[in-house]
């Protein structure tokens, strides 16, 4: 089996509440990675990630009530890379992961946590090696029509929301071909949350 030489998080990108963001800090140290977390003057938190190779800082900044951190980083010790797949994946992430291998590179998409895509890159050839056609929404839809109670499914749907508007903000600048299927699931959610209300 060829091995890892690194992992390039070309684009990261996740969006939590101050409790979401405790449990981000406890994922690392549960994993016995060093963390240091610095509280800055207009509430922004810098999360230190330190390995044998280094220091990795991802900066979450304050909007309201939620933190979002848009970065990009280069992982070479194989611990923390796996802590931070488990944190894409927990904190449903999105984002363009690079793992590098001697000759080849495995480039993974991230959309909520799930992968969407994975291609392999040799040279100049690139092979899909895996695409999941069937979109994450539809999954979302079904867990919120299982929550009992209006009142719970409007706090989530708040929730989501918000979620689906900080996407949206990072999408202007990094992903613009995403905003109709952002705009399309916020015109959904806000639908919902009027018949909810009403």
């Known amino acids: 089996m060829a091995q ?3 992992t390039n998080y070309a684009k990261a990108y996740f969006t939590v509440n101050e409790e979401e963001l405790n449990q981000f800090v ?5 994993e016995h990675i060093s ?20 220091e990795i800082q991802l900066s979450f900044l304050r909007v309201g ?11 070479r010790d194989r611990q923390l890379a796996n802590a931070m797949r488990k944190a894409m994946k927990t904190f449903r992430g999105y984002g363009i992961v690079h793992r590098i291998y001697d000759g080849f590179t495995v480039v993974y998409h991230y959309d909520q946590g799930s992968v969407v895509s994975i291609q392999e890159i ?3 050839e690139e092979t899909s090696i895996f695409e ?11 867990s919120l029509f299982q929550q009992v109670g209006s009142e719970q499914e409007i706090e989530s749907l708040r929730q989501e929301t918000d979620r689906w508007l ?3 903000n990072w999408a202007k600048q990094a992903a613009p071909e995403k905003l109709p299927a952002i705009d399309t699931r916020l015109a959904i959610l806000s639908q919902r949350m009027f018949e909810l209300e009403a």
């Open 4 to 6: 890892r030489l690194a």
């Open 26 to 30: 406890s994922l690392f140290t549960n």
């Open 35 to 54: 963390v240091d977390v610095k509280v800055c003057d207009n509430g922004d938190r810098d999360v230190i990630l330190t390995d044998n190779n280094g």
């Open 65 to 75: 009530n939620r933190y979002s951190c848009d970065s990009s980083y280069l992982i």
């Open 122 to 124: 040799s040279g100049d």
């Open 132 to 142: 999941n056609s069937s979109p994450s929404i539809t999954h979302e839809l079904e």
């Open 166 to 168: 900080d996407l949206r």
